[in-house]
């Protein structure tokens, strides 16, 4: 169990450490990103819709914010080939749940997590990977922003 706890930890920090580094430039398609981010955005979605929050101490929810802030970092500088296929990969991931009437509202936010420091969330995820727990609140660095970005996009999906 407690090795179990290493990896989803080690996970987060993958997700959190790509979402703002130089792994961002490994991203796979433009359709693979949107994919992951609309899957990401959906899980959020349901929990948010069914417990009005998202659960900072949830490592699930945790990964899944890192896959967009991930998803969001490939939308910085993108061509227009890789936006049109994030686009298409978004819907699909979504489950429909993002679908042609709201996606430009979706962009628009997921763009504006471009802008967002994620160093105090990258640092939470390095110290769960190292068995250390990090309390996640509101008044964290980063997440914020963060949140009222996916309530934007949670408002645009409804």
Do not use: R, W
């Amino acid at each position: 169990m407690k090795a179990l706890k290493h990896i989803a930890a080690g996970l987060v920090a993958l997700m959190l450490l790509s979402s703002c580094s130089l792994l961002k430039n490994l991203t796979a398609s433009g359709k693979d990103s949107g994919t992951s981010t609309g899957g990401a955005l959906a899980a959020l979605y349901q929990i948010f819709k069914s417990s009005g929050a998202i659960d900072l101490g949830n490592l699930a929810n945790i990964i899944n914010i890192g896959k967009v802030l991930t998803g969001a970092s490939t939308l910085t500088n993108a061509t227009e080939s890789f936006a049109t296929d994030f686009t298409s990969g978004l819907i699909e991931g979504s489950n429909q749940l993002v679908n042609n009437a709201n996606v430009a509202s979706v962009l628009t936010a997921l763009k504006s997590l471009s802008n967002v420091d994620t160093t105090a969330l990258t640092q939470a995820a390095e110290s769960a990977a190292q068995g250390t727990a990090t309390a996640l609140n509101n008044s964290t660095a980063g997440v914020t922003p963060t949140l009222s970005a996916l309530n934007n996009i949670f408002k645009a999906i409804q």
